[in-house]
């Protein structure tokens, strides 16, 4: 098939940008980055056309085309941000190749690293008449590039519009940040909060009625907590305490002890209790022994993590042994990332399968010339790599999600297995 308007270079080496945390618009320089720092080469041979009219390549003259603009920060000063938007490109690219007629032709255009790069190549797309975007990155955008994306309304001398509202080209962004989602622009990432719907539910079904929060005093801590409060609410538990610690603080020594005490004393009185760390990495490996030394016996009491536990360094952590966290389903990424590898020479970056199952979505739903918001928010919801998935009318996706226990005996020496795959459906009383 023709991808014209495509980055023609393979992308470099891809460094990985988590899920877990909302995605901001660093400060060029690299200062604020959440995720690290970033370097790109090759993305100067993305060429825009000049914006007169509806963007047609030569050889694809007399099509019904479907123009997919693909909105991402190619040339942003952080090197790691720049290689992530290279390897989403590429699993954009790859979903085409799987699902795509030859009418599809894809449009990226670079979104740099500031707002107003972003709202100019959002306005380039729409006067080349672009039918969807993929992107942008980061949630401070996405409401920005869909505003620029719908066209302007003429408007009379009272300020009302004569004329109906036109909803522009809908926008399938990546942002995590569910503050960003509206009707029209829809957030394709595994939001934070979904995880913790997921894995509260599993864990009230099966008969834990009092939960626990120990996380950072931070924006996504505070987010994550209230998150837990309302899945907990909804699943008829009772939350017992949350407790927070200085987000810069690698040893909360002081909160440890106070929070385990509180939970020593629920358990000795009976009650059967969960209790959420939505840290990761190297900080969630200093953390949960506090836990356990300060008193928490995680033999009765289960631990709950996010999808930030979905590292293997994490499972080697002998205080999390037995502990359940929610992620997409292993499998289906495992072969992703082989495919992915084997066609590009370097593994994925940690949002290509993302930017796979928005590309393959849209494909799917294109298939008849024509691609609007009603079919994006299909009830029934769409399979992808990353499990299924639905996206609600306020612009947010529902998920289900696989759940997994850490467990060092199992055969394959793996460390972890799956207790719950992801569901083929969903239910139909789920609003």
Known sequence: MALAGCATQSPGPVGPISTGNPRVDPVPGGEGVETGDVDSEGMEDLETAEPSGPYTPPHMEGRELIRAGVMLPFSHPNERVRQQAEGMLAGIELALFDFADENIVLMPTDTGGSLSQATMAAETLREQEVDVVLGPLFGA??????????????????????????????????????????????????????????????????????????????????????????????????MLTSAFYPASSN????EAEYFAQTIEAAVANGARIAVLVPERGNRLRRIAPLLAYYGVDTRQVKMLGTG???????????????????????????????????????????LAAVSYDAAALVAALSADGELTSEELINRDGFMGVNGLFRFRTDGTAERSLAIMEIDPTVADGTGVKEILPVSPSFDETIG
């Open 308 to 350: 930030g536990w979905n590292d293997p360094n994490v499972w080697r952590e002998p205080s999390l042994r037995g502990a359940w966290f929610p992620t997409a389903p292993s499998t289906d990424i495992a072969e992703f990332e082989a495919r992915y590898a084997r066609m590009y020479g370097t593994p994925p970056s940690s």
């Open 251 to 254: 040893n909360p020594n002081t």
């Open 141 to 238: 955008n996405v409401q920005p590039v869909r505003a620029a994306l719908t066209p302007e309304q003429e408007q009379t001398f009272f300020g009302i519009s004569q004329d109906p509202v036109e909803e522009g080209a809908p926008v399938i962004a990546f942002s995590n940040d569910r503050s960003a989602a509206s009707y029209g622009a829809w957030l394709a990432s595994i939001a934070p909060e979904e995880e913790v719907n997921a894995i509260i539910e599993y864990a009230a079904l099966r008969g834990y009625d009092q939960f626990a929060f120990f996380g950072p005093q931070s924006d996504l801590g505070v987010s994550i907590e209230a998150a837990m409060q309302n899945a907990v609410m909804l699943n008829g538990g009772f």
